[in-house]
């Protein structure tokens, strides 16, 4: 499994362009999932570009929610890639592109890839089961990391988190994971580091994280 940020507010490889907002390519089970498209398309296919990632091989979008830094690049993005797009029901659908998939409880994308649902009226997250356990990636986690982590541990333990955090700071909750990547908007990262030096990973644009 192999994750590429592609938008947020800092940059992990020179040469690319940091906004505030997510996106990130997953590459698991044969499978391209963009999850989340940043808040400026042109910002958001620049960093595509330099990274060697061609939008017309992506297979799904998810959306984790409708707020504008992470649906901001999603009508160019399906300009050229009219792919199949899962949004929570809360979400408004875009115009154009191919099929809108909405999302209300959870979801099995594909064998191993799900949806957490709609939680708290506002996002989904998403769930990848790997042989080691579940990774979850996160947009903004507006219904919180607790709500998030008890319908992901339905599915088995859940061992990375990687994503946008807020204001997170139940951090007893994260203490087993093998890994934790905060990206976006998380408040804590500092405290989130000092605590957990060994399972934290530097978020950024270009960061590569492999499970």
């Known amino acids: 499994m192999r994750i590429t940020i592609i938008y947020d507010n800092e940059v992990w490889k020179k040469g690319l362009k940091a906004d505030w907002g997510f996106s990130c390519l997953i590459e698991v089970y044969g499978k391209n999932i963009l999850f989340d498209t940043g808040a400026n398309a042109n910002i958001l296919l620049w960093n595509m570009a330099k990274l060697d990632i061609d939008p017309t091989i992506i297979d799904e979008v998810v959306i984790s929610h409708a707020h504008w830094d992470h649906t901001g690049g999603l009508l160019d993005f399906l300009n050229i ?31 191993n890839i799900f949806s957490t649902g709609e939680l708290s009226g506002i996002e989904q997250s998403l769930i990848v089961k790997t042989e080691a356990g579940l990774v979850v990636i996160a947009g903004c986690s507006h219904p919180g990391v607790r709500e998030i982590f008890r319908e ?13 955090l807020h204001g997170f ?23 989130i580091k000092a605590l957990y030096p ?3 990973l530097e978020g950024g644009v270009g960061k590569v994280i492999e499970i």
């Open 81 to 111: 890639n009219p792919c199949r797009v899962y949004i929570p029901l809360s979400c408004p659908a875009p115009p154009g592109g191919g099929e809108v998939i909405k999302v209300k409880g959870p979801l099995e994308i594909y064998e």
């Open 152 to 164: 992901a541990s339905r599915l088995g333990k859940i061992i990375a988190l990687i994503g946008g």
């Open 169 to 191: 700071n139940e951090f007893n909750i994260v203490r087993d994971l093998e890994k934790i990547c905060p990206t976006h908007c998380t408040q804590y990262k500092k405290e």
């Open 198 to 200: 060994d399972k934290y």
